[in-house]
């Protein structure tokens, strides 16, 4: 933010230290450890279940990218809205999205969170308010203004959560957006996850002006990079901006720098960049510094680890299991849903 | 009998923006130039004043977000009227229109509808040149997902609007440009009318002239001519180009087996080549002769008005289209 | 080889990062491979000690082939294949490949110019049995419209001129022809119809001796003798023999005698077995067999079907006892056999059971009356009593 952290800060958590990072109790920090382990673990499932074939089409895991979605997460209410990108596992689960029905969702079961039409790029869920897994870079922005708008217009005091990368910034979408919902003062939360590359585009490669946060700052909307390899850091940036936007003070944008371990998606020879690279950003694996940072602090740490990952790999088998039990949808059904049902008819084309 | 009053296309569709408007406070209109400026064709003049810049919403030129914030607003439980000045523009949003608004009910698995109306202008006339003139409806009406209507008449330029609005799904009404000033009748208790049927303009018993929008005007024109001839023409004013209303072609086509289709988009992968195609799948033992087609010629639409006037679907090549299909020549 | 994008197929194994014997953990990279989209290092999802490595370096194989065993620490999985996708991955099964695909075969003959005729016109030709390439088009370019085809329908109606429908008629111009024809004679030829028994016990003891003097290749059947008779006693009647033209009564150049035969896939022809009066048995028989196995593989020629002057219908195979026929105009009779049955007969005062047959004609009023029919079917009976002179 322009004016960043002393002043927001006071209203979003009583107790932060002086680096600004969240001290909020540990079954907190257990919480954020273990939605991290769950995303972690169940990317992991699925490369292995990719190259085995189950999970098919395109598949772009966010290893490594972890903290931003779950710290992200912890300043949105039920009641709030997230639009993300293809990139999008480990936001569905922080969001709340039973592994599950996403494991289905990703084999294109029918019993999957989108009834399995969607696949990995294409996660939606009412329940939610999780507004996809959108496939064209960009393409979320405004559907965000759009919820945020009808929200305003509904008086009704919530915000959404717009994830995309550094690569839509270079999309004409992200400035007519920032734009519109700046000039609207409308309820959106721009969380940009730079990650350096746009698929094998560099940022420098593609950005006259690398600095994020400036563009959005243009469009007279606070706007801040943060760590987005620090949970914490990234719970106490979008605890702020959030109830700045719930507060009607407008849009609020943050850019969380981040990297991913992984390649861009499973068929990614990743000739673009360095291994030596890769080894540097792991270095700030989110978990592992995480999991450090508990140490220091707890002597039980290791049972406490134990524990929490025993129970994600449970939730992960059982999650494997679910889908594996799924069924297909009949293909008598289609065309269901082209079209909303109406009388005499179940909405195909 | 109602009482019948003299109004104008544009005047019908204000009047039915003011009814929506009215009825439903979710409904909102955003465009380019809807509020102070009247809108570009003054379709919109003197709604802000009466409903206040909330719900009658300028917008920057960004097509493609005030198109997708008309997504997201839908499905957030408001019922936008999105308003792009002319079918060109529209190309700015089509990212919007065809991989979002047309695919999130489908993709989500049915969880999520988007009762999105967006209205634009189309086709040529004017002399506004290639990038204000073309008719691409057709190419809308290629993507399944998504609703796309032509109101030719001012019954339906009064009456589609509201029937949009209470379709979960995206509707994308055609307005032709030319039709704006048509001045006409309209009863006083004209309103809603259905969005999924063709109209029969003018019965007759020897041939078929298959039209919407724009050209329905021209159409009418040329089947007059045709029965001072003698040729009996009916005219279909399709009124749905997606869904296409085929049950009502094809008892057309059953009842004259002869067929003329005008329309002012290209024919190259067009709506026409679709309703053919169409109709030699499911009634080619009803045809007497050759389907015939009068549509734009195969250039970008130019601006001197003899040019302009060559390029698009004119009264007399219908009827000479006509008489050939009849076997009569002129 | 392990599935890395959906449009990958196979991948060429560049080189081994771990050798039989060393321990792999998940998340281990055991080899690199190489795919169109340049290299990509394969990690393992496994726990255990390579056993064996199937792939040698620098070898290309499709997604799904086993590149390496590994033994696994657990005692419950022992042997595991790394990196390879099931051979029931779902994404695996495609659509049945046809077994052959036929090349497009080249019309056997293209018609040089073909007739413009609209599908309308050219469903209601079939329809109403008109023979499009005797209609004028008045439509675009000359095409045969509806209009043009309904005219010719009516004029047909009312033409008098019979043409024999073409033997390679499909099924339902047939059953038009069939239909076309039969009306016209039942509206306008005022039918009369005589039936008359006759003992056929003489005739088959005849025919019995006959044949077993015959190679059985040239066996009669009692149809050969209905139909000589049929013949020899139209010598004596010629008034039954010919054609109803024009108000007028034109008797046959010959005796040719039609023989109704039903076909397999519906409908009748009725080729002729020209001077039937003058042949002997055996070449009737001959040619009356001919004649049945060309109707019904669809190979007459146009002499079989050419000018037939009486119509001999035998229904008697059917188990009909009797046949009462309608005259294919403009014929003016037409004779119709029963089955051959042992049935009562009163022979000098006592009843005895006796291989009878019931004949019956069909004639037109118009050409002959009651009385010379009768004789017709008299002079059928007295010849029968004598098949030695057939």
Same mark, same amino acid.
């Given at each position: 933010?322009?004016?960043?952290? &002393?002043?927001?800060?006071?209203?979003?958590?009583?107790?932060?230290?002086?680096?600004?990072?969240?001290?909020?109790?540990?079954?907190?920090?257990?919480?954020?450890?273990?939605?991290?382990?769950?995303?972690?673990?169940?990317?992991?499932?699925?490369?292995?279940?990719?190259?085995?074939?189950?999970?098919?089409?395109?598949?772009?895991?966010?290893?490594?990218?972890?903290?931003?979605?779950?710290?992200?997460?912890?300043?949105?209410?039920?009641?709030?809205?997230?639009?993300?990108?293809?990139? !999008?596992?480990?936001?569905?689960?922080?969001?709340?999205?039973?592994?599950?029905?996403?494991?289905?969702?990703?084999?294109?079961?029918? %019993?999957?969170?989108?009834?399995?039409?969607?696949?990995?790029?294409?996660?939606?869920?009412?329940?939610?308010?999780?507004?996809?897994?959108?496939?064209?870079?960009?393409?979320?922005?405004?559907?965000?203004?759009?919820?945020? =708008?009808?929200?305003?217009?509904?008086?009704?005091?919530?915000?959404?959560?717009?994830?995309?990368?550094?690569?839509?910034? &270079? !999309?004409?979408?992200?400035? #007519?957006?920032?734009?519109?919902?700046?000039?609207?003062?409308?309820?959106? $939360?721009? =969380?940009?996850?730079?990650?350096?590359?746009?698929?094998?585009?560099?940022?420098?490669?593609?950005?006259?002006?690398?600095?994020?946060?400036?563009?959005?700052?243009?469009?007279?909307?606070?706007?801040?990079?943060?760590?987005?390899?620090?949970?914490?850091?990234?719970?106490?940036?979008?605890?702020?901006?959030?109830?700045?936007?719930?507060?009607?003070?407008?849009?609020?944008?943050?850019?969380?720098?981040?990297?991913?371990?992984?390649?861009?998606?499973?068929?990614?020879?990743?000739?673009?960049?360095?291994?030596?690279?890769?080894?540097?950003?792991?270095?700030?694996?989110?978990?592992?510094?995480?999991?450090?940072?508990?140490?220091?602090?707890?002597?039980?740490?290791?049972?406490? $680890?134990?524990?929490?990952?025993?129970?994600?790999?449970?939730?992960?088998?059982?999650?494997?299991?679910? &889908? #594996?039990?799924?069924?297909? %949808?009949?293909?008598?059904?289609?065309?269901?849903?082209?079209?909303?049902?109406?009388?005499?008819?179940?909405?195909?084309? | 009998?109602?009482?019948?009053?003299?109004?104008?296309?544009?005047?019908?569709?204000?009047?039915?923006?003011?009814?929506?408007?009215?009825?439903?406070?979710?409904?909102?209109?955003?465009?380019?130039?809807?509020?102070?400026?009247?809108?570009?064709?003054?379709?919109?003049?003197?709604?802000?004043? !009466?409903?206040?810049?909330?719900?009658?919403?300028?917008?920057?030129?960004?097509?493609?977000? /005030?198109?997708?914030?008309?997504?997201?607003?839908?499905?957030?439980?408001?019922?936008?009227?999105?308003?792009?000045?002319?079918?060109?523009?529209?190309?700015?949003?089509?990212?919007?229109?065809?991989?979002?608004?047309?695919?999130?009910?489908?993709?989500?698995?049915?969880?999520?509808?988007?009762?999105?109306?967006?209205?634009?202008?189309?086709?040529?006339?004017?002399?506004?040149?290639?990038?204000?003139?073309?008719?691409?409806?057709?190419?809308?009406?290629?993507?399944?997902?998504?609703?796309?209507?032509?109101?030719?008449?001012?019954?339906?330029?009064?009456?589609?609007?509201?029937?949009?609005?209470?379709?979960?799904?995206?509707?994308?009404? /055609?307005?032709?440009?030319?039709?704006?000033?048509?001045?006409?009748?309209?009863?006083?208790?004209?309103?809603?009318?259905?969005?999924?049927?063709?109209?029969?303009?003018?019965?007759?018993?020897?041939?078929?002239?298959?039209?919407?929008?724009?050209?329905?005007?021209?159409?009418?024109?040329?089947?007059?001519?045709?029965?001072?001839?003698?040729?009996?023409?009916?005219?279909?004013?399709?009124?749905?180009?997606?869904?296409?209303?085929?049950?009502?072609?094809?008892?057309?086509?059953?009842?004259?087996?002869?067929?003329? *289709?005008?329309?002012?988009?290209?024919?190259?992968?067009?709506?026409?080549?679709?309703?053919?195609?169409?109709?030699?799948?499911?009634?080619?033992?009803?045809?007497?002769?050759?389907?015939?087609?009068?549509?734009?010629?195969?250039?970008?639409?130019?601006?001197?008005?003899?040019?302009?006037?060559?390029?698009?679907?004119?009264?007399?090549?219908?009827?000479?289209?006509?008489?050939?299909?009849?076997?009569?020549?002129? | 080889?392990?599935?890395?994008?959906?449009?990958?197929?196979?991948?060429?194994?560049?080189?081994?990062?771990?050798?039989?014997?060393?321990?792999?953990?998940?998340?281990?990279?055991?080899?690199?491979?190489?795919?169109?989209?340049?290299?990509? #290092?394969?990690?393992?999802?496994?726990?255990?000690?390579? %056993?064996?490595?199937?792939?040698?370096?620098?070898?290309?194989?499709?997604?799904?082939?086993?590149?390496?065993?590994?033994?696994?620490?657990?005692?419950?999985?022992?042997?595991?294949?790394?990196?390879?996708?099931?051979?029931?991955?779902?994404?695996?099964?495609?659509?049945?490949?046809?077994?052959?695909?036929?090349?497009?075969?080249?019309?056997?003959?293209? %018609?040089?110019?073909?007739?413009?005729?609209?599908?309308?016109?050219?469903?209601?030709?079939?329809?109403?049995?008109?023979?499009?390439?005797?209609?004028?088009?008045?439509?675009?370019?000359?095409?045969?419209?509806?209009?043009?085809?309904?005219?010719?329908?009516?004029? $047909?109606?009312?033409?008098?001129?019979?043409?024999?429908?073409?033997?390679?008629?499909?099924?339902?111009?047939?059953?038009?022809?069939?239909?076309?024809?039969?009306?016209?004679?039942?509206?306008?030829?005022?039918?009369?119809?005589?039936?008359?028994? *006759?003992?056929?016990?003489?005739?088959?003891?005849?025919?019995?001796?006959?044949?077993?003097?015959?190679?059985?290749?040239?066996?009669?059947?009692?149809?050969?003798?209905?139909?000589?008779?049929?013949?020899?006693?139209?010598?004596?009647?010629?008034?039954?023999?010919?054609?109803? *033209?024009?108000?007028?009564?034109? #008797?046959?150049?010959?005796?040719?005698?039609?023989?109704?035969?039903?076909?397999?896939?519906?409908?009748?022809?009725?080729?002729?077995?020209?001077?039937?009066?003058?042949?002997?048995?055996?070449? $009737?028989?001959?040619?009356?067999?001919?004649?049945?196995?060309?109707?019904?593989?669809?190979?007459?020629?146009?002499?079989?079907?050419?000018?037939?002057?009486?119509?001999?219908?035998?229904?008697?195979?059917?188990?009909? !006892?009797?046949?009462?026929?309608?005259?294919?105009?403009?014929?003016?009779?037409?004779?119709?056999?029963?089955?051959?049955?042992?049935?009562?007969?009163?022979?000098?005062?006592? *009843?005895?059971?006796?291989?009878?047959?019931?004949?019956?004609?069909?004639?037109?009023?118009?050409?002959?009356?009651?009385?010379?029919?009768?004789?017709?079917?008299?002079?059928?009976?007295?010849?029968?009593?004598?098949?030695?002179?057939?």
């Amino acid at each position: 933010m322009n004016e960043p952290a &002393a002043t927001a800060a006071t209203d979003v958590r009583p107790n932060l230290d002086a680096t600004n990072r969240l001290h909020v109790g540990h079954d907190h920090d257990l919480l954020l450890l273990h939605e991290m382990l769950r995303i972690r673990r169940f990317e992991e499932k699925c490369a292995e279940l990719y190259s085995a074939g189950k999970i098919r089409g395109f598949l772009h895991l966010y290893i490594g990218e972890e903290a931003v979605a779950v710290g992200a997460m912890q300043a949105l209410g039920r009641d709030d809205a997230v639009v993300a990108t293809y990139r !999008e596992h480990g936001h569905a689960l922080a969001r709340g999205i039973p592994a599950d029905r996403l494991m289905a969702e990703m084999y294109g079961k029918h %019993e999957g969170c989108s009834r399995g039409r969607g696949g990995s790029m294409h996660v939606f869920d009412a329940h939610t308010r999780f507004y996809g897994g959108n496939a064209i870079v960009g393409g979320g922005l405004p559907i965000a203004v759009g919820l945020a =708008l009808a929200d305003k217009m509904q008086q009704k005091p919530r915000v959404t959560a717009c994830f995309f990368g550094d690569g839509a910034v &270079a !999309e004409g979408e992200f400035h #007519e957006s920032l734009n519109l919902a700046a000039l609207w003062k409308l309820p959106v $939360l721009f =969380l940009c996850e730079n990650n350096l590359y746009a698929m094998g585009t560099r940022l420098e490669r593609a950005q006259s002006q690398t600095d994020l946060a400036a563009k959005a700052r243009s469009y007279l909307m606070p706007a801040e990079p943060v760590d987005g390899m620090d949970v914490l850091a990234v719970e106490a940036a979008a605890r702020r901006a959030a109830a700045a936007v719930r507060r009607g003070e407008g849009p609020a944008f943050l850019e969380f720098r981040t990297y991913r371990f992984r390649a861009h998606s499973m068929f990614d020879a990743e000739l673009y960049r360095d291994k030596s690279e890769v080894e540097v950003w792991k270095q700030r694996d989110p978990i592992a510094t995480f999991i450090s940072h508990l140490k220091e602090r707890e002597e039980t740490a290791d049972a406490i $680890l134990g524990a929490l990952n025993g129970s994600v790999a449970d939730e992960i088998d059982v999650a494997v299991q679910f &889908a #594996e039990a799924g069924t297909w %949808e009949p293909v008598d059904d289609l065309l269901k849903d082209v079209y909303s049902p109406r009388p005499g008819s179940d909405g195909a084309a | 009998m109602a009482k019948m009053a003299t109004t104008t296309y544009r005047e019908a569709l204000r009047t039915a923006l003011k009814e929506a408007l009215v009825k439903d406070p979710r409904v909102f209109l955003m465009g380019e130039d809807v509020g102070q400026y009247g809108g570009s064709y003054a379709v919109s003049k003197g709604l802000l004043a !009466e409903f206040g810049p909330e719900r009658i919403r300028d917008t920057p030129l960004s097509e493609s977000t /005030f198109v997708g914030a008309g997504i997201g607003a839908a499905l957030g439980g408001m019922r936008p009227i999105v308003e792009l000045m002319t079918v060109n523009f529209s190309l700015l949003a089509l990212d919007q229109i065809v991989n979002n608004a047309a695919t999130i009910r489908h993709m989500s698995g049915g969880q999520f509808n988007i009762p999105l109306v967006i209205r634009m202008a189309t086709g040529a006339g004017r002399q506004l040149a290639a990038q204000h003139a073309h008719s691409l409806e057709g190419w809308y009406a290629h993507i399944p997902g998504i609703r796309i209507v032509a109101p030719a008449t001012l019954e339906d330029a009064r009456g589609m609007l509201w029937t949009a609005l209470e379709d979960p799904d995206p509707v994308l009404i /055609f307005e032709h440009q030319t039709l704006y000033n048509m001045e006409g009748p309209l009863a006083d208790d004209a309103g809603p009318v259905d969005i999924d049927h063709a109209a029969i303009r003018r019965s007759g018993k020897d041939l078929s002239l298959i039209t919407y929008g724009g050209t329905l005007g021209k159409t009418l024109q040329a089947a007059e001519t045709l029965a001072r001839e003698g040729i009996d023409a009916e005219v279909i004013d399709l009124r749905s180009l997606r869904p296409l209303d085929m049950p009502a072609i094809l008892e057309s086509v059953k009842k004259t087996h002869r067929v003329v *289709i005008v329309d002012e988009g290209w024919k190259s992968g067009s709506l026409s080549a679709e309703i053919i195609a169409r109709i030699v799948e499911s009634a080619f033992y009803d045809l007497d002769a050759p389907m015939a087609r009068i549509c734009s010629a195969e250039v970008p639409i130019p601006y001197p008005k003899h040019l302009e006037d060559a390029a698009l679907p004119q009264p007399a090549a219908i009827v000479a289209a006509a008489r050939e299909v009849v076997g009569r020549r002129g | 080889m392990p599935s890395l994008g959906s449009d990958m197929e196979a991948g060429t194994l560049v080189q081994w990062l771990k050798h039989p014997g060393d321990a792999v953990k998940r998340g281990d990279i055991i080899a690199v491979v190489d795919t169109q989209k340049g290299a990509i #290092e394969i990690e393992v999802f496994e726990e255990g000690v390579i %056993e064996s490595v199937q792939i040698k370096q620098g070898e290309k194989v499709p997604v799904g082939t086993v590149l390496a065993m590994i033994r696994g620490t657990g005692p419950e999985r022992p042997r595991v294949p790394a990196a390879t996708a099931p051979p029931s991955a779902p994404a695996r099964e495609g659509p049945p490949t046809p077994a052959a695909v036929s090349a497009p075969q080249k019309r056997p003959h293209e %018609e040089p110019s073909r007739l413009r005729v609209s599908p309308l016109a050219r469903k209601l030709a079939a329809d109403l049995g008109v023979d499009v390439t005797q209609v004028e088009g008045t439509g675009s370019g000359g095409a045969i419209t509806r209009e043009d085809v309904e005219r010719a329908a009516a004029a $047909l109606k009312t033409s008098a001129a019979h043409k024999p429908s073409a033997p390679t008629a499909r099924a339902g111009d047939m059953r038009a022809a069939i239909a076309s024809a039969m009306a016209r004679s039942k509206r306008e030829i005022p039918h009369y119809y005589l039936s008359s028994t *006759i003992d056929m016990s003489g005739s088959l003891a005849w025919l019995r001796a006959e044949n077993e003097k015959r190679p059985v290749a040239e066996r009669l059947l009692p149809v050969a003798l209905l139909i000589k008779a049929v013949g020899l006693a139209l010598r004596e009647v010629p008034e039954l023999n010919g054609y109803w *033209i024009d108000g007028a009564f034109r #008797e046959g150049t010959g005796v040719h005698v039609g023989c109704a035969i039903s076909l397999r896939g519906g409908g009748l022809v009725a080729p002729g077995l020209h001077d039937a009066d003058r042949m002997d048995l055996g070449t $009737l028989m001959r040619q009356l067999t001919d004649l049945v196995a060309r109707a019904r593989t669809g190979s007459l020629k146009s002499s079989d079907l050419a000018d037939p002057t009486i119509t001999v219908t035998n229904l008697g195979d059917q188990g009909a !006892e009797a046949a009462f026929g309608i005259i294919y105009p403009p014929q003016v009779a037409l004779v119709g056999f029963g089955k051959i049955a042992e049935r009562p007969w009163v022979c000098s005062g006592k *009843i005895e059971a006796r291989p009878l047959l019931t004949a019956t004609l069909s004639a037109d009023h118009r050409a002959t009356d009651g009385h010379r029919g009768g004789a017709f079917l008299a002079a059928v009976d007295r010849l029968l009593q004598a098949p030695e002179k057939l």
